[in-house]
């Protein structure tokens, strides 16, 4: 009898060991996954930031070749309203 018990406390102790092993596994796996989830945001809110630092580059840069547009053609206006006061 008591070696029964003794047997089963055994047995009762390596399926604990066994289960505390499987529980670990899969906070690990977890871990592992949130990391890879983690890891994926970040690189999709760099790539975001990124693409939103271009377009805010191109956008500055097309207000710049507008702006200097309108320059130009105000000192072309300025400059033949200019030449026709002094042909009249």
């Known amino acids: 009898m008591k070696n029964y018990q003794q047997m089963e406390s ?9 289960e505390k092993q499987k529980v670990s596994e899969k906070e690990s796996e ?3 996954k949130r990391d ?3 890891a994926q945001s ?15 580059q191109q956008a500055k840069k097309k207000i710049q070749e507008i702006e200097s547009k309108y320059y130009l053609v105000n000192y ?3 400059y033949i309203l200019r030449e026709a006061k002094n042909f009249y």
């Open 10 to 18: 055994e047995k009762t102790k390596f399926l604990i060991a066994n």
């Open 30 to 32: 977890t871990i592992r």
């Open 36 to 38: 890879i989830i983690l």
């Open 42 to 56: 970040q690189a999709e809110v760099s790539k975001i930031n990124k693409e939103q630092e271009i377009n805010e």
């Open 76 to 78: 072309i206006r300025f």
